[in-house]
């Protein structure tokens, strides 16, 4: 029972343009959404959060979006660099215990 | 991934040995988890505990056991091992805010 869905497992962007993450989610009882980058061989990294209670949060090239009577989120990236290929995981935290739900993740392939 | 470190990074162990992976951490956070991630999948929660003293199942706690004598360090046991473990195994802390902090994962392959 998968409830954090990321479906697309790669996306592909040119250096400069904007990326593209999106997430979708089922159960309304997260309060917390988080997004995660991952290198390869090593551990997950904290990128950017937003609260239930907002619908948009900016921290640099980096915005997230949160859409709660879709249950839809996207991370967006503007400009996207190389440095910013690795995997994506949007990850839903529950209000119990600080408990997260990892999506399957995202592959972002930035080119130059 | 500063304060959370893992041990061992790589191991192969031969189905029926037991290992333990070892997790400390030096932020003096309550919240500490283990999870595990297959190829082309997310993280799954294993174990996870609150403090010192406590611990509760996650997502897939079959074939672990864990223990939190001390608030640095939360163990992973392996007992029995089963080619199904071979995954990544990552341990994580966490205390009031909202950031979750990862170790850089080790890699365990049951032959």
């Known amino acids: 029972d998968q409830q954090v869905k990321q479906n697309s497992p790669s996306l592909s962007v040119q250096e400069g343009r904007i990326s593209i993450l999106n997430c979708d989610y089922t159960n309304s009882m997260f309060d917390y959404f988080l997004w995660y980058k991952k290198y390869p061989a090593e551990g997950p990294t904290f990128l950017i959060s937003?609260?239930?209670?907002?619908d948009k949060n900016e921290d640099g090239r980096f915005t997230v979006f949160l859409n709660k009577s879709a249950k839809h989120l996207s991370l967006h990236i503007v400009p996207s660099q190389p440095g910013d290929s690795a995997v994506y995981f949007c990850?839903?935290?529950?209000?119990?215990?600080?408990?997260?739900?990892f999506g399957r993740g995202t592959q972002l392939t930035v080119w130059p | 991934n500063a304060g959370v470190t893992q041990t061992p990074k790589f191991r192969i162990l031969k189905i029926g040995q037991s290992m333990t992976l070892q997790c400390t951490q030096d932020m003096n956070h309550n919240y500490m988890y283990w999870y595990r991630q297959d190829p082309g999948m997310g993280l799954k929660l294993i174990y996870y505990s609150v403090g010192a003293g406590i611990t509760d199942k996650g997502e897939v706690p079959n074939g672990y056991n864990v223990s939190r004598s001390t608030t640095e360090d939360f163990p992973l046991r392996l007992e029995l091992a089963a080619p199904s473990q071979t995954s990544v195994y990552f341990c994580?802390?966490?205390?009031?805010?909202?950031?979750?902090?990862f170790g850089e994962g080790s890699w365990l392959t049951v032959v």
């Open positions: 994580a802390t966490h205390h009031s805010g909202n950031t979750i902090y």
């Open positions: 990850v839903p935290r529950g209000s119990t215990l600080g408990r997260l739900y």
């Open positions: 937003i609260s239930s209670i907002k």
